[in-house]
């Protein structure tokens, strides 16, 4: 029998609003709401922050304390590094975070079979369908009955296991990874054409050299 995993007990939500920060509203919604008309044990809701907010903060209180340093009795500096302290604090679980989240969280279930229970009942084949039809610009939001976070309409799938979490990439929006894609895929088409066209231009040149009498350069 294999050995278990993390995330054999967690799930990665998606489509959160960015101002929830409260891990507790989070664990309170999947425990309600996981698997239908039936309550589950969740162990941990944790909010994935805005990445890009949290090293700018980290680096206006490293710029705020060196600051200090050099003029310890100014008062606006003072209150600059407690300003940029009393941020990071912020993303404890019981406070106030007045950084934004990236819209995604982990949800972690204390069993493996209402773990099982919330994937199926999440990305069933009427959900699936939904998606793809909102992938392709059909909005069928509509056709959708599961639970709705604050209005918001959120994607579950498994988690990923926390070595294979790509922190950076959690606040890049769906617009500027489908921009990113079509830009790689252009460049990709480019460079095939651009193949293309060279190896015709060499196909032709040594035809024409081969009907002069002149010898093959391929």
């Known amino acids: 029998m294999g050995s278990d995993h993390p995330n ?29 008309d039936k309550e589950v044990d969740v162990v941990k809701a944790l909010v994935c922050f805005e990445i890009t907010q949290l090293f700018a903060a980290v680096k206006q209180k490293k710029r705020a304390e060196m600051n200090l340093s050099q003029d310890p009795g100014n008062p606006h500096l003072q209150a600059e590094v407690l300003a940029a302290k009393e941020a990071l604090a912020s993303v404890a679980p019981d406070r106030a975070a007045k950084i934004q989240s990236s819209g995604h969280a982990v949800v972690i279930f204390r069993y493996q079979k209402d773990h099982r229970a919330c994937l199926r009942y999440w990305n069933g084949l009427s959900r699936r369908l939904i998606n793809m039809l ?43 990874r489908r921009t990113a894609q079509f830009t790689t895929l252009a460049f990709i088409s480019v460079m095939i054409a651009a193949c293309g066209l060279a190896c015709f231009g060499l196909q032709k040149l040594q035809e024409g050299i081969a009907e002069d009498g002149g010898s093959a350069i391929l």
């Open 134 to 176: 909102m992938g392709i610009g059909l909005d069928c939001t509509c056709l959708d009955s599961t639970p709705r976070f604050r209005g918001c309409r959120l994607k579950v799938k498994r988690a990923p296991n926390p070595t294979d979490f790509q922190w950076e990439n959690l606040g890049v929006t769906s617009q500027e």
């Open 8 to 36: 054999d007990y967690a799930i990665f939500v998606s489509g959160l609003p960015h101002n929830a920060t409260d891990e507790a509203e989070i664990s309170d919604f999947f425990h309600r709401n996981a698997v239908r």
